[in-house]
């Protein structure tokens, strides 16, 4: 697999066992929710040229309590990378199970999509 394209989609793919990759993005999430599992942007706002999470300028905090009322059976919030993992305690005091994974952005490549997979996997359990 070409380590200069984004994981997210291959790792969620393995994981549900369906071809998200293939989807088009409008039918991605629906089947990632018939899955139990959801996308949600810790940054409700941000400024950044480019795509590195490093560019990032003015980062202001998505809204967690209507995260909590949208998603009252939402146990488990797993974090796409370091940065978004800052806000991992956040999440644990509210006694969500948290689990800070590996980044499957291209910037990060020091592991195969394989390693990163089995970290991924957490999230079943």
């Known amino acids: ?3 200069n394209i984004n994981l997210l989609w ?4 393995a994981l ?14 629906p089947r990632l929710l018939a899955h139990g ?3 949600w942007d810790v ?7 480019g795509s590195l999470d490093s560019a990032i300028r003015k980062p202001a905090a998505n809204d967690f309590a209507r995260l909590r009322e949208l998603c009252p059976l939402l146990h488990t919030v797993g974090f796409n990378g370091q940065t978004s ?6 999440f644990a005091a509210e006694g969500y199970r948290t ?11 020091s592991l195969t999509l394989a390693q990163k997979l089995e970290h991924w996997k957490l999230l079943l359990g």
């Open 16 to 29: 549900t066992g369906e071809p998200l990759a293939d989807l088009p993005y409008a039918e991605r999430l």
């Open 99 to 109: 689990l800070v994974l590996p980044s499957t952005s291209p910037a990060h490549a």
């Open 85 to 90: 993992g800052k806000f991992a305690p956040q």
């Open 43 to 49: 940054l409700g706002a941000c400024e950044r040229e």
């Open 10 to 13: 291959p790792i969620l793919s």
């Open 1 to 3: 697999m070409n380590q």
């Open 37 to 39: 599992f959801g996308l």
